[in-house]
């Protein structure tokens, strides 16, 4: 077999995978409301050519020929062969039965969620989701290599090479030192946050933050924004990488940090090296370095004083008048008050990472030791009365409010977590080269861009995700960053001394 | 063979063709700038899936197979099977050189013929063009059945059983009409057009005309309307049927009856009976026919007085004061100001015609006799001087207008003057059934968008254009309703008794 028709297999399947790319984002923008059947017959259709493709005699032969013969593939047919290989070795002992009954269970999961969400209640879900645990608890022994624990395994699907054992250390030093600033929050000045509910139109928002993620370095030539419920980032190739949002006049904070957020993603998949495009290469290095550059936009540029000082008066040209009388200090500060709540997706930079941790807790605790499924409403309010003081009256604001469990996506939640610390481990190192608040208060962003292109992208998935935090930043995953960083800002805002 | 597996594969064919739709879709309105080649790559691919499939084992076994068995096809069976068979012969004696031959040259042509428009030069664009018309002389001996003239042969792959006989009959008649209707209008008194350019925005644009085409009968919940460069509709299912438009600011018309055009084209295929939806069938009839349904509501429901009348009120208050002053008679008159102009996409509703007219009359003369391709500027420029009293300046506004020709899409051109006339034969036979100015003074028009789907939409292309016709009406294509109708309506404008 010779390399190049490895590498057109790789690049047709690519190809249907933009296919169901566009698709997909058509799906959650702009597809009229009664078309969803028709699409979800599309849709199938092409994950059934794609997924025949993907296991196909092409990719087993690769798979067995250069093995064999590693020499005669070329540095970007090497990195391909590594993810090509990877998957399929994951996926090739599971027994076609399983595979199909654990999908069939996530669709049935999925639609009790919904029934549950609607009557906040978790009985109506509590069947469903033991049915998934069930399943992927059958289905760990075959996807199982040198992993130590049961949540090793699923944890690795998401961020390789990433241990129970390491998280277990950095997430109990990460609990403790946010509760331990949330405690001496409490001694400060908490910022006036009226002035966030100030009226925006949803035209003023775009206006201002299509500017904002120009200058952070995200091409627009090559994107593109649109309004969605649900928003994501997606890459469809090198030149097509498109974000979504969606907006609240009457909280412009939503909007615009939400912005800011999928714009990191989105500038990872525009700078990621073109000559691995067409190879599942093409790809960020995993999910949680994927939210580390989102949340590097969102949490490291967002909480930055001169970042925000310089774009102020755009922002205030924006809003035609709205922001005139509010000065920068009331601004900036309103942008940092911080607050213990019961719902992940709306809590602030400092106490997100408690709702990740408490999932983490509990994900553990049902794949690596023994607990009863009805009991996790109980569990899941406890912790969150323990680390952030507040208790879920209802399942809607507890346990039912994330979609992950119902697609059995266990192992997914720290990946939000690591892309914090990531993100501030990243400044950390970034901040030796460069001065970063100088360039933020310059006209010219483009340092900061270039360096995380230098030490990121470029290398999408042809580097695991520790090798990556190693080479950039010089050191492993060091969760002091984050709160030396969330520390600083909080401090600043809050008057602490 | 079953009745089953045919259907099957033509929901395969129907599934890939609805994502080539959404694909083609998203290239014309929102695509990033730079993602074209990374697109054309995805498309080529798919079409190559399409085309393999599309003549490939099971479409020919089909054809072999019923046949001789087309007793066990169902209704849709039956239809679906006429179409595959039609399309099938129509291009299985082509030889496959030929026909790549044919595509690869309109690559050229058009490549040639976008130089030509820049330099207006129309030599650039001579020798590709000769190229396009050698080979589709050398493909119509293969395409040919029992049609009497090479130019009918054209003609009849975009309006099924349409002859230069009968062309040539009522083209003359309507050609003759026009220009008498012109020099009759000589005599009357030209509206005033200075309302036709106050500003609209194009916020203010689309809230009017979504609503009217709304009232009309477009379905939003199975549609969206966007913006593009070249307006087009697309019905990618039947719950899917998308509009596209570009708005001027400075001339709401423009935008305006676009969008009521797309809107009849949306109609139709909103409206196909959806037992054909995943076959051939679930498609306009011809060309001709899709082209009468947008100039119903484009020319007929877009002429008419109480229309106007009715939805002129609605139209001042999304204008937010800008027509205040303007009465409903200055409005309405402006709309139907008459002009020879020397580009067929911007004619009016009485000149358009001719324009279509002269096309035909040079295709056939190509195809039918022999003429010098270097003659054929001034051929063009002539015509538009004897018919419409104007000469084009340079080739950009002569002949190098249209892209039809550089795509070797001779024999298309007809279909758009077919569709004027439909729309008023459709209009004359409705009116025996139906009181439409008065329907068009209420506020309830399902009746006419009823008519329509009982006598054309539903049947999608399971009844030629002929029939369908004739069963609509209860005759033959007659010109007459067109001119009579022009005649009223500029006969009324220009106050000529």
Redesign the interface.
């Known amino acids: 077999m010779k390399e190049q028709e490895f590498l057109k297999e790789l690049k047709?399947l690519d190809?249907?995978s933009?296919?169901m790319g566009?698709?997909g984002w058509?799906t959650q923008t702009?597809?009229?409301?009664?078309?969803s059947?028709?699409?979800s017959?599309?849709d199938s259709?092409?994950y059934g050519?794609y997924f025949e493709k993907k296991v196909g005699p092409t990719i087993q032969e690769a798979i067995t020929y250069f093995g064999q013969h590693p020499d005669e593939l070329s540095e970007v047919g090497q990195a391909a062969y590594q993810l090509v290989k990877e998957e399929y070795e994951l996926q090739k002992n599971v027994p076609n039965e399983l595979a199909i009954a654990a999908s069939a269970a996530t669709s049935r999961a999925h639609t009790a969620w919904t029934q549950a969400r609607k009557a906040k209640d978790f009985s109506l879900f509590k069947e469903a989701l033991a049915e998934n645990i069930r399943l992927t608890k059958e289905l760990i022994p075959y996807w199982k290599k040198e992993e130590r624990t049961n949540y090793d395994v699923l944890l690795n699907q998401y961020e390789p090479n990433m241990t129970v054992e390491i998280l277990d250390n950095v997430f109990s030093q990460v609990r403790d030192g946010i509760m331990d600033i949330r405690r001496q929050l409490e001694k400060g000045t908490p910022p006036d946050t009226t002035i966030l509910s100030r009226e925006m139109t949803e035209a003023q928002q775009r206006k201002f933050i299509s500017k904002v993620i120009t200058d952070l370095g995200y091409d627009?030539?090559?994107?593109?924004l649109?309004n969605t419920v649900h928003p994501f980032a997606t890459g469809?190739?090198?030149?097509?990488?498109?974000l979504t949002t969606r907006w609240n006049e009457e909280d412009f904070s939503m909007g615009i940090f939400g912005v800011i957020h999928e714009a990191g993603h989105g500038m990872y998949e525009q700078n990621i090296d073109e000559k691995f495009e067409g190879t599942p290469v093409h790809e960020g290095a995993s999910m949680g370095i994927h939210e580390s550059q989102s949340l590097f936009n969102e949490i490291i540029i967002g909480s930055n004083r001169n970042f925000w000082e310089k774009q102020y008066p755009y922002f205030q040209e924006c809003a035609e008048g709205t922001f005139d009388d509010v000065s920068f200090e009331t601004f900036y500060n309103a942008l940092k008050f911080t607050q213990a709540s019961l719902i992940r997706i709306e809590a602030d930079s400092l106490t997100y990472v408690l709702h990740i941790i408490i999932r983490y807790e509990i994900e553990k605790m049902i794949f690596n030791e023994e607990v009863n499924v009805e009991d996790l409403p109980t569990i899941w309010n406890d912790k969150y009365e323990e680390y952030l003081g507040v208790r879920p009256q209802n399942d809607l604001e507890g346990i039912l409010q994330d979609v992950h469990w119902s697609g059995s996506s266990f192992g997914y939640f720290p990946s939000y977590a690591l892309g914090y610390m990531y993100a501030a481990q990243l400044f950390h190192a970034m901040e030796k080269e460069i001065d970063v608040d100088a360039v933020l208060a310059s006209d010219d962003y483009s340092e900061i861009r270039q360096w995380l292109t230098t030490h990121i992208h470029q290398y999408g998935a042809s580097k695991k995700p520790n090798q990556l935090i190693l080479d950039a930043t010089g050191e492993l995953l060091n969760p002091q960053y984050l709160l030396d960083y969330l520390r600083k800002v909080y401090f600043s805002v809050y008057q602490i001394r």
Chains 1, 2 share one sequence.
């Open positions: 047709e190809l249907l933009q296919a566009i698709l058509d702009g597809m009229p409301e009664k078309a059947e028709y699409r017959e599309v259709y092409l050519l627009f030539s090559r994107g593109r649109d469809i190739n090198h030149n097509d990488v498109r």
